[in-house]
């Protein structure tokens, strides 16, 4: 912010920039009207220059954004009175520690395993995607299937979700394509499964685990074709005149070269995992993740610290996250 | 080399295009529901109809929100790509200390999940009594929408080479005529590009929205998220979802035909 002042860049940079051909310039201005002589002067100071054009979107993300961001996780370090519903503005742990408390701490431990069950779902299924597209379309085709994953991709997030509520609900889409076809004992026998299943499939984990799955699934895609599509053919063609078998090559040489740009794209389905609340809400056995835990403690519940306390831990989970996705190589591949 | 493209395995294909019919299907239906005869989520449909257009068509909180949503996204996209072309414009070609905390702060909006940014700003909302209106949502969706923009136009400021600037200047144009006639042409279209994004982003935001919108102001999606919970009127909201698609999907498309050549963008090669 205020570094852009103090440090003003060296000028002329060899790259060229702003100030590039100065001396040539200046020779030339002689007559100069007033913008030219202002740009003379930002061209003669490009750190004011760099200054001005910083401040305004400085401003607006650093005091809107970074400001109330800072203001609300402040909170966590205050508690609330049970009774009286009010902020005791007093540093306290009491708040932070209240997520350990089995309640809470199950609700962190069930959005984390959600997370990353999406997560390989996404990968497993968006692999094999990925390698097509990267290998096999040429031309017109590469075009065509880049359109088909952006555009997924930007389509209306609550269009998705509204569009699972059709396939999943008991007289929905899949509920009726299954007793069409008999199949409904399966569904049944499906539903009947610990942990996954439940009344129906709008109201059961895998009903929630599907639909984020679809979600996010083209985050997933794209950086992974993106790393498929910068594997040199001729290693792969090295690979086999070596004598590897396709499946060797895949697993030793392929592989290794994707993986940046899978990291890269469960940075995206972990992360969105983590702090979605509208999934949950619409299709699954209404148990809490951590965005609905976030969400109701500020709304009905009123309590602020807590919902402060819980913003803490996907934040926290996605810098650990982060830090080692960008060890592995991922931030390459974005 | 090789110089045919071997045919790929069978087993490939067939996951592909699984994941194929898996990200298209759902939406698909969308579709084909907007046009169904039933009120309920009946399956087949019984018969097709026009006439949830008509009837949603006449509808005033329908207009009344879409209304609000084109505001909304409109000025939103204003100010992102104001804000986000100078924040790119500044961060290309300098060097200081704190550089890379910057960068990160002007994409954080994004990176986290976006019911912190909603809850953020709904809680200093509230400490400072600013009451819920339509500039409310609208300072939430800048926010994201000045994210996109910066993400095109640093991808683009990239890629103008350094050369063509100096030789606008050695040839006698001052600072703001280069960037009018070199800079500018070169990165119309990511800016376009990048508004069209922002926009389309905004228009079909309800993450944030919920937070930032208080109980009087509807946007669409805020007007479709109300109707997923107590799913009164169903064929409307069909048609709602189809809209929002529409009107999402348009921007998103010029976008990429707009930014496909930007590989080819005069200079690039240095």
Same mark, same amino acid.
């Given at each position: 912010?205020?570094?852009?002042?103090?440090?003003?860049?060296?000028?002329?940079?060899?790259?060229?920039?702003?100030?590039?051909?100065?001396?040539?310039?200046?020779?030339?201005?002689?007559?100069?009207?007033?913008?030219?002589?202002?740009?003379?002067?930002?061209?003669?100071?490009?750190?004011?220059?760099?200054?001005?054009?910083?401040?305004?979107?400085?401003?607006?993300?650093?005091?809107?954004?970074?400001?109330?961001?800072?203001?609300?996780?402040?909170?966590?370090?205050?508690?609330?009175?049970?009774?009286?519903?009010?902020?005791?503005?007093?540093?306290?742990?009491?708040?932070?520690?209240?997520?350990?408390?089995?309640?809470?701490?199950?609700?962190?431990?069930?959005?984390?395993?959600?997370?990353?069950?999406?997560?390989?779902?996404?990968?497993?299924?968006?692999?094999?995607?990925?390698?097509? $597209?990267?290998?096999?379309?040429?031309?017109?085709?590469? $075009?065509?299937?880049?359109?088909?994953?952006?555009?997924?991709?930007?389509?209306?997030?609550?269009?998705?979700?509204?569009?699972?509520?059709?396939?999943?609900?008991?007289?929905?889409?899949?509920?009726?394509?299954?007793?069409?076809?008999?199949?409904?004992?399966?569904?049944?026998?499906?539903?009947?499964?610990?942990?996954?299943?439940?009344?129906?499939?709008?109201?059961?984990?895998?009903?929630?685990?599907?639909?984020?799955?679809?979600?996010?699934?083209?985050?997933?895609?794209?950086?992974?074709?993106?790393?498929?599509?910068?594997?040199?053919?001729?290693?792969?063609?090295?690979?086999?005149?070596?004598?590897?078998?396709?499946?060797?090559?895949?697993?030793?040489?392929?592989?290794?070269?994707?993986?940046?740009?899978?990291?890269?794209?469960?940075?995206?389905?972990?992360?969105?995992?983590?702090?979605?609340?509208?999934?949950?809400?619409?299709?699954?056995?209404?148990?809490?993740?951590?965005?609905?835990?976030?969400?109701?403690?500020?709304?009905?519940?009123?309590?602020?610290?807590?919902?402060?306390?819980?913003?803490?831990?996907?934040?926290?989970?996605?810098?650990?996250?982060?830090?080692?996705?960008?060890?592995?190589?991922?931030?390459?591949?974005? | 080399?090789? /110089?045919?493209?071997?045919? !790929?395995?069978?087993?490939?294909?067939?996951?592909?295009?699984?994941?194929?019919?898996?990200?298209?299907? !759902?939406?698909?239906?969308?579709?084909?529901?907007?046009?169904?005869?039933?009120? /309920?989520?009946?399956?087949?449909?019984?018969?097709?109809?026009?006439?949830?257009?008509? %009837?949603?068509?006449?509808?005033?909180?329908?207009?009344?929100?879409?209304?609000?949503?084109? &505001?909304?996204? /409109?000025?939103?996209?204003?100010?992102?790509?104001?804000?986000?072309?100078?924040?790119?414009?500044?961060?290309?070609?300098? &060097?200081?200390?704190?550089?890379?905390?910057?960068?990160?702060?002007?994409?954080?909006?994004?990176?986290?999940?976006?019911?912190?940014?909603?809850?953020?700003? &709904?809680?200093?909302?509230?400490?400072?009594?600013?009451?819920? /209106?339509?500039?409310?949502? *609208?300072?939430?969706?800048?926010?994201?929408?000045? %994210?996109?923009?910066?993400?095109?136009?640093?991808?683009?400021?990239?890629?103008?080479?350094?050369? *063509?600037?100096?030789?606008?200047?050695?040839?006698?144009?001052?600072?703001?005529?280069?960037?009018?006639?070199?800079?500018? !042409?070169?990165?119309?279209?990511?800016?376009?590009?990048?508004? *069209?994004?922002?926009?389309?982003?905004?228009?079909?935001?309800?993450?944030?929205?919920?937070?930032?919108?208080?109980?009087?102001?509807?946007?669409?999606?805020?007007?479709?998220?109300?109707?997923?919970?107590?799913?009164?009127?169903? !064929?409307?909201?069909?048609?709602?979802?189809?809209?929002?698609?529409?009107?999402?999907?348009?921007?998103?498309?010029?976008?990429?035909?707009?930014?496909?050549?930007?590989?080819?963008?005069?200079?690039?090669?240095?």
């Amino acid at each position: 912010m205020t570094q852009a002042s103090e440090r003003p860049p060296p000028r002329p940079t060899p790259q060229g920039g702003w100030g590039e051909g100065l001396a040539a310039y200046e020779t030339a201005s002689e007559k100069r009207n007033f913008g030219g002589k202002l740009s003379d002067w930002l061209i003669n100071n490009p750190g004011s220059f760099l200054t001005l054009l910083f401040i305004p979107p400085t401003l607006w993300l650093g005091l809107i954004y970074i400001g109330s961001l800072l203001l609300f996780l402040g909170h966590a370090f205050f508690s609330i009175d049970e009774f009286a519903g009010t902020i005791i503005y007093e540093p306290t742990w009491s708040t932070i520690v209240q997520l350990f408390q089995p309640a809470n701490f199950d609700i962190i431990l069930r959005t984390l395993v959600m997370a990353t069950a999406v997560t390989i779902a996404s990968a497993i299924i968006a692999y094999p995607f990925a390698y097509f $597209a990267a290998r096999y379309a040429k031309g017109k085709w590469k $075009a065509v299937f880049y359109l088909l994953v952006m555009l997924p991709l930007w389509s209306s997030y609550l269009v998705k979700v509204y569009s699972w509520k059709l396939l999943l609900s008991q007289e929905g889409i899949i509920p009726s394509v299954l007793k069409y076809l008999h199949l409904t004992p399966l569904l049944e026998a499906f539903l009947q499964l610990p942990v996954i299943g439940g009344n129906s499939l709008s109201t059961s984990y895998f009903g929630t685990f599907i639909v984020f799955v679809y979600i996010w699934l083209p985050y997933m895609i794209l950086p992974t074709q993106a790393a498929l599509e910068r594997v040199p053919l001729n290693l792969l063609e090295a690979s086999s005149d070596l004598g590897a078998w396709p499946s060797q090559t895949l697993l030793h040489v392929t592989w290794p070269l994707a993986l940046p740009g899978l990291i890269a794209g469960s940075i995206f389905t972990f992360s969105l995992t983590l702090g979605d609340y509208i999934v949950p809400q619409v299709v699954g056995s209404s148990t809490l993740y951590i965005g609905n835990a976030v969400y109701l403690q500020q709304g009905t519940a009123g309590n602020l610290p807590l919902a402060a306390a819980f913003t803490f831990v996907p934040i926290i989970i996605m810098l650990i996250y982060l830090s080692i996705a960008k060890r592995m190589g991922a931030f390459n591949a974005l | 080399m090789r /110089s045919e493209t071997p045919r !790929p395995p069978i087993l490939l294909s067939l996951a592909t295009l699984a994941a194929l019919l898996f990200i298209h299907v !759902p939406l698909l239906l969308i579709i084909v529901y907007a046009f169904s005869a039933d009120v /309920s989520f009946q399956f087949p449909p019984s018969g097709f109809t026009t006439n949830w257009f008509v %009837v949603a068509f006449g509808r005033a909180d329908l207009w009344k929100a879409i209304g609000l949503s084109l &505001r909304v996204a /409109s000025i939103a996209t204003m100010i992102a790509l104001l804000l986000g072309t100078m924040a790119a414009a500044a961060l290309w070609k300098s &060097r200081f200390f704190g550089r890379d905390y910057i960068s990160l702060m002007f994409v954080l909006p994004i990176a986290l999940p976006g019911i912190i940014t909603g809850i953020a700003l &709904r809680s200093a909302f509230n400490l400072m009594d600013i009451p819920f /209106s339509i500039w409310t949502i *609208m300072l939430g969706h800048a926010t994201f929408c000045i %994210v996109v923009v910066f993400n095109n136009a640093l991808a683009r400021f990239r890629r103008i080479s350094g050369s *063509m600037i100096e030789a606008s200047m050695d040839l006698g144009a001052d600072g703001f005529q280069t960037f009018r006639y070199v800079v500018l !042409p070169q990165i119309a279209s990511a800016l376009l590009a990048g508004g *069209m994004l922002a926009f389309a982003l905004s228009f079909d935001e309800v993450i944030v929205t919920v937070f930032t919108s208080g109980l009087e102001n509807k946007t669409l999606p805020i007007w479709i998220y109300e109707q997923l919970f107590k799913p009164r009127e169903r !064929p409307i909201t069909n048609v709602a979802a189809v809209i929002v698609m529409l009107v999402t999907i348009i921007p998103v498309l010029a976008a990429y035909f707009l930014t496909r050549d930007g590989e080819h963008t005069a200079g690039a090669g240095k």
